[in-house]
């Protein structure tokens, strides 16, 4: 059982930098794959970026960040991340990180546990 929590959301100009954090339980963290997405107000959720198991080295991006989002984990904290740079308002929504083993995957339904989301904000 792994038990997430994101943080690190808020309000930002555009052109301004967040860092979003999750936070695991789970003594076997290590072994999961991490992934974040968000939603936006009367969209689908969508994949916005994912890590590879400890140790795997694999980084995924949706085109629509690459460039500007960079994820990265730090298995002795239990903690992912992801560094958001130039932001702009199409990047409002709400995030949430996802665990499941292995691989990281694009697909909602491939993920076993989620966090709670937290929002971000971009202004014009």
């Known amino acids: 059982q792994v038990q997430l929590v994101e943080s690190g959301g808020g309000l930002v100009q555009a052109g301004g930098s967040l860092r979003l954090s999750c936070a695991a339980s789970?003594?076997?963290?290590?072994?999961?794959?991490v992934g974040w997405f968000r939603q936006a107000p009367g969209k689908e959720r969508e994949f916005v970026s994912g890590?590879?198991?400890?140790?795997?080295?694999?980084?995924y991006y949706a085109d629509f960040v690459k460039g500007r989002f960079t994820i990265s984990r730090d298995d002795a904290k239990n903690t992912a991340y992801l560094q958001m740079n130039s932001l702009k308002p199409e990047d409002t929504a709400v995030y949430y990180c996802a665990a499941r083993p292995g691989l990281p995957q694009t697909r909602i339904g491939e993920y076993e546990y989620w966090g709670q989301g937290t929002q971000v904000t971009v202004s014009s």
């Open positions: 890590i590879s198991w400890s140790g795997g080295g694999s980084l």
């Open positions: 789970g003594h076997t963290f290590g072994s999961y794959a």
